[in-house]
């Protein structure tokens, strides 16, 4: 429990000049639901803390047709699960929020520090991943563009430069057509890290094929992955069973889960068959006809099907 | 027998005496314990789990500023105490560690932070001694010991060879023969996971030296009269110059039962003359402070076809860590669960290894009987071709059956709580594809030990009752409602009074289901002798024989002229003038005759076959209280109990590194409790056959409603899918390796364990 300097920017560019002077030894905090944990416990100790609690601007969450949803760093995990343009258009990122913690964590939760905290785990990030999203990055050097699947480097690590903030998240519009889920695999109910997890996205041409299909698995490799095998077995087949069941399996294929106090390596790989197949299936199922909030949580998080 | 309508106070649900206090955030906890110049306490933990402590260096702690005192193992006078049978332990190590976690050095600073920093300057050199963590490789020839110097230790009974602290045994009839005489013989082996006791509060105490030089501790305890023991016996003082004053309990079941780290803080605050406060972190808890260890049970049963069980044969090896903190004792009394098996042969082995020691939780270790001894049912039903309710019907215990301790059943509801369940599970069922029902039986004693109770009468005729016992879940609500029901007052006129060891008349400790039944036995005798008192003085002023006088909603009366007669107020404000003096009742005892507890759980589940994962749909449970003193406090009790089961039986699993045994996930995150999202209402039916003994025929409630879950839900789960998993938890994992046909069965080497006895 070391002590920090506390620091509080009113602006990005106070924020980016108090992470550029402090360098190392500053860490830039969200809603601190990672901070606090790493704090206590030793592993994280800076010397100042930035929070960007006061920076103007960030907490939105915006749609519009031409450019999708817009997530602003400060949003938090709630915000999206209770956001109606998500509800409706991104079934799989809400799924991913409800599966998340607890109503007290999601409240301060933000959807930027769980990609930023670059958990193996990280309950927002298949969805985000299978959405296509793109990251709004700056530094005191300017501002840039990273799409979601170069931001992962290794278990918490990403590709942003020490000083740099995430401020935005974007995701394009779907397609026409398009259903999605992701189904979190864990033992419990509420309150606990994915022992795996796996967002689909499926878009279906008029025709019945898969126009686009985008598998993402969580807690099975070092960073969140897309299944880019998996998915390249369905683009302009039909979805039927044996299809999804081939996708199922070269998604299992494709992982390099480890063995941990959650979960053993053979099972974690099983898991993600068996929730790509679900996943897959329900989004097939939905495509053009968004479920219910109430069904995208129950499937987010039931425990036996 | 009385009935509930008899009663006034009884059979009613009544909020808790402290509720306004608890809910508006007033109630003490020993956190809450403030004292002028008090410092904080911090703990070094054991890196290694079997060590010789070559040297510690504390000078740059001691020299960091605000650090007031740093001690070690050394600083302690050199004593081994025990919490169990044996005196195996050092309160804090003077030579060796034993486990990863071990506390080996405590440092007092101005503040936390201080403190902290101060004990990461601790240097400390170890030498690696062989160490052994996996209890079944502990016992073989050969193995590294975890005590070399065992059998020179105070209570060792036993010349058993490697690392065997501890071996129980219960005998009866001719085992062999049975075994040869029936018709079958199945055999099975069952291993239960390390438990915590998972309770919200951590440990927390504050120790003070007075002037004088008497050692006050402020503690979160069940168990006030057994620390003062423990820390008289480390810090070699008498236990009149301590005095401990136990604040509200943020939950225990089992965990503050006896000394935990009160010592450190005590010697602190000697050494600094300050008052010290040391609050745990939730990781210390799970790292130092005993849990529940894993549980290795061999049974083997000979049957008849009709199903009649004539033998039973178990083995159980209880991991005991680097110390005996609990005994296996309470074990060995359920190997033949709530059944009359006329021969048997059951075997306890407490076993050390290099991990943390074990404590108590719940009724240690019947919880993992009774997954092994009810599992075990289903398979012989499975096995004979017979519905394992009836199995469990025909072989039940009835009166007049003898336990196995050898005490005769008195007369029990165990019989009506197997029919309520069948008949509120509507068993046997047909249910839809992947979906179970399972059953399981749960016996216990209602708790016995040393219980006291003083009832004083104020002014306005209400009355004030002192006991030794720590409140836990409620007592001290129960309590009150036996003391108006005995006094034929309501309860609202029963003040309880908060108490310390000062104060109070020794009592024994808040847990094992001993509180309501024994102390309440106390309660009620004290208040009968209120009454006594009460008519003796009514019957000198109103100048009429004692026996003319009735008493009832607090007044004492003459049965033939009801207007004339005296109020408690009345009689408590001439009793200060009267010959006997203030009246004040009071009562002691030292035990209770046997009173056993029986219940019936019954689940019902849904297996997901893909993932192997278990979906709880019902759970019912059908307990014979005898009589409920407050029957929410008592489905409180019941639903609680269940819950924790259920956390055994599905996700609750605390792991130890196979090479040095540091608990591999020591917090709520990666422990996982069933949060209410998971759990099924929990469906009560509250039986009532009044007992023999204990206050107005109740009997304990508290444990048995914890040991049912593993083992019904795993007969639910073989009902569902067929598959029969043998370990806890019942993890998705394990689930889908059965039911893939890969799961492997528990080795266990039980003729070594006969030949070791000269059993052939
Ligand atoms: C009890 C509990 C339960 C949890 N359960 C879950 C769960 O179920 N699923 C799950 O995925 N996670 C869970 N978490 C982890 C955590 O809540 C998430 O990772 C959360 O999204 C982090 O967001 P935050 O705003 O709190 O991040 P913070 O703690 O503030 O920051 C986390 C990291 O991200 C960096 N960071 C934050 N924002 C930015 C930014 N805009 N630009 C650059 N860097 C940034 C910080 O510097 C830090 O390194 C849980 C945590 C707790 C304490």
């Known amino acids: 429990m070391a002590r920090f300097d506390y620091l509080e920017p009113r602006s990005l560019d106070e924020a980016l000049r108090m992470l550029a002077d402090g360098g190392n030894s500053t860490r830039l905090v969200a809603g601190s639901t990672d901070f606090l944990v790493r704090w206590r416990t030793g592993v994280w100790r800076p010397d100042s803390v930035v929070c960007m609690q006061h920076v103007p601007g960030l907490d939105h969450i915006t749609w519009n047709p031409d450019d999708g949803l817009s ?38 939760a933000t959807v930027a520090g769980n990609v930023c905290n670059a958990s193996p785990a990280g309950d927002t990030l298949p969805a985000l991943l299978a959405y296509n999203a793109q990251c709004r990055i700056i530094g005191t050097g300017g501002e840039r563009w990273l799409p979601m699947d170069e931001v992962f480097v290794a278990p918490g690590r990403t590709a942003l430069e020490s000083g740099e903030i995430l401020t935005e998240i974007r995701l394009p519009p779907p397609a026409e057509n398009t259903g999605g889920l992701y189904i979190k695999h864990s033992p419990r109910g509420a309150m606990d890290i994915s022992a795996v997890g796996v967002a689909s996205v499926v878009s279906l041409n008029a025709d019945g094929t898969c126009a686009s299909a985008r598998i993402a698995l969580g807690a099975v490799a070092p960073t969140p992955m897309r ?58 199922a939905t495509a053009g006809n968004p479920p219910s909030y109430d069904d995208i949580r129950r499937l987010a998080v039931q425990t036996a099907w | 027998m009385t009935t509930a309508t008899q009663f006034k106070v009884l059979e009613q649900n009544h909020p808790r005496v402290d509720a306004y206090e608890k809910v508006t955030g007033r109630a003490a906890y020993a956190s809450d314990v403030y004292l002028p110049g008090m410092l904080a306490c911090k703990l070094l933990p054991s890196a290694r789990n079997h060590a010789r402590i070559v040297s510690i260096d504390t000078g740059e702690a001691a ?41 080996i050095a405590a ?53 058993l060879g490697h690392n065997v602290s501890t071996l129980l045994d219960a005998d009866r009839g001719d085992v062999e023969q049975a075994f040869r005489d029936a018709d079958v013989v199945v055999e099975d082996v069952y291993r239960s996971q390390g438990i915590n006791q998972g309770f919200l509060e951590p440990m927390a105490c504050v120790a003070d030296v007075e002037p004088s030089g008497r050692l006050v501790v ?58 010290v406060k040391l609050v745990n972190t939730r990781e210390e808890v799970f790292t130092m402070n005993g849990p529940r260890l894993p549980v290795t049970n061999y049974v083997r049963s000979g049957v008849m076809n009709d199903g ?93 059956d003898v336990s196995v301790s050898g005490a005769v059943v008195p007369s029990n509801g165990l019989i009506e709580t197997l029919e309520a369940i069948k008949e509120k599970m509507e068993w046997p069922r047909q249910l839809e594809d992947g979906h179970g029902l399972g059953l399981a039986l749960c016996e216990w004693r209602s708790g016995s030990g040393p219980s006291t109770a003083a009832i004083s009468v104020n002014d306005d005729g209400t009355v004030s009752l002192l006991t030794g016992s720590t409140d836990i879940s ?25 108490r310390d060891t000062d104060m109070a008349p020794y009592t024994g400790q808040s847990g094992g289901s001993r509180v309501v039944y024994s102390q309440g036995t106390a309660v009620q005798r004290a208040a009968e ?165 204990g206050p107005f025929g109740a009997r304990a409630v508290a444990e048995p409603p914890g040991f049912g879950p593993p083992a019904a839900i795993a007969n639910a789960v073989y009902d569902a899918v067929g598959v029969r998993v043998k370990q806890l938890p019942l993890s998705g994992e394990r689930v889908l390796a059965a039911l893939n046909g890969d799961y492997d069965e528990i080795p266990f080497d039980v003729e070594a364990l006969r030949l070791a006895e000269g059993i052939i």
């Open chain 1, 71 to 108: 997530i602003g760093a400060m949003a938090t995990v709630q915000d999206i699960e209770q956001n109606g343009d998500v509800r409706s258009r991104y079934p799989a990122l809400v799924a991913g929020a409800t599966a998340f913690a607890g109503v007290q964590v999601r409240n301060l």
């Open chain 1, 227 to 284: 299944a880019y095998g998996a998915e390249g077995r369905l683009v302009g087949q039909i979805p039927d069973a044996a299809n999804i069941a081939e996708a199922g399996r070269l998604a299992a294929q494709s992982c390099n889960p480890i063995a941990d106090v959650r979960s053993g390596a053979d099972y974690r790989r099983e898991m993600v068959r068996v929730l790509t197949e679900r996943t897959l299936s329900h989004a097939v």
């Open chain 2, 63 to 103: 020299a960091l500023p605000g650090v007031r005192a740093v001690i070690t193992g050394t600083d302690f006078p050199d004593i081994r105490f025990g919490s169990g049978a044996l005196r195996d332990r050092y309160v804090m190590p003077r030579e060796v560690v034993n486990f990863v976690g071990e506390p």
């Open chain 2, 107 to 159: 440092v007092a600073a101005d503040d936390e932070a201080t403190a902290q920093e101060a004990i990461e300057l601790i240097k400390v050199e170890y030498e690696d001694i062989p160490s052994v963590v996996n209890p079944l490789s502990a016992m073989v020839e050969g193995a590294a010991s975890v005590h070399p110097e065992l059998e020179s230790y105070e209570g060792y009974g036993f010349t």
């Open chain 2, 218 to 275: 402020y503690a979160s305890t069940q168990g006030p009269y057994q620390i003062r023991a423990g820390l008289a016996a480390v810090l070699e003082m008498p236990v009149s110059r301590i005095r401990i004053v136990p604040m509200e309990l943020g939950g225990g079941f089992g965990a503050k039962l006896r000394l935990a780290f009160e010592a450190f803080p005590a010697l602190l605050a000697m050494r600094t003359g300050r008052p």
């Open chain 2, 308 to 400: 009649t069980i004539v033998a039973r044969e178990a083995y159980t090896i209880f991991d005991v860590g680097a110390y005996l903190g609990a005994g296996p004792n309470s074990g060995i009394g359920h190997g033949i669960g709530a059944y009359r098996i006329p021969n048997f042969r059951l075997r306890s082995y407490g076993v050390y290894t290099n991990k943390i020691y074990v404590g108590s939780y719940r009724a240690s270790g019947v919880a993992d009987m009774t997954f092994a001894v009810e599992s075990h049912m289903d398979h012989i039903a499975q096995q004979i071709g017979m519905d394992p309710y009836d199995l469990r019907l025909h072989n039940a215990l009835r009166e007049g």
């Open chain 2, 474 to 498: 409620g007592s001290d609500t129960s309590l009150a409602a036996i003391a108006a029901e005995a006094l034929g007052i309501p309860m609202g006129s029963v003040i309880v009074a908060k």
């Open chain 2, 529 to 693: 002798d209120t009454v006594q008192k009460l008519m003796a003085l009514a019957a000198e002023r109103l100048g009429v024989p004692e026996d003319a006088l009735g008493c009832e909603d607090g007044r004492v009366y003459v049965m033939d002229n009801e207007p004339q007669g005296l109020t408690f107020a009345q009689l408590a404000a001439a009793s200060i003038t009267s010959r006997g003096g203030p009246i004040i009742g009071t009562a002691a005892l030292s035990s209770m005759p046997y009173t056993p507890v029986f219940a019936t759980q019954a689940a019902e589940v849904k297996v997901d076959r893909d993932t192997g994962q278990i979906k709880l749909l019902r759970y019912v449970q059908a307990q014979d209280v005898g009589v409920a003193i407050n029957p929410m406090a008592v489905e409180g009790q019941l639903d609680g109990g269940v819950v924790q089961g259920i956390g055994r039986a599905l996700t609750e699993d605390q792991q130890f590194d196979p090479d040095n045994g540091a608990v591999r996930n020591p917090s709520f995150a990666s422990y996982l409790m069933p949060l209410a999202i998971d759990l099924p209402e929990i469906e009560d039916v509250l039986i009532r056959v009044p007992a023999e003994d």
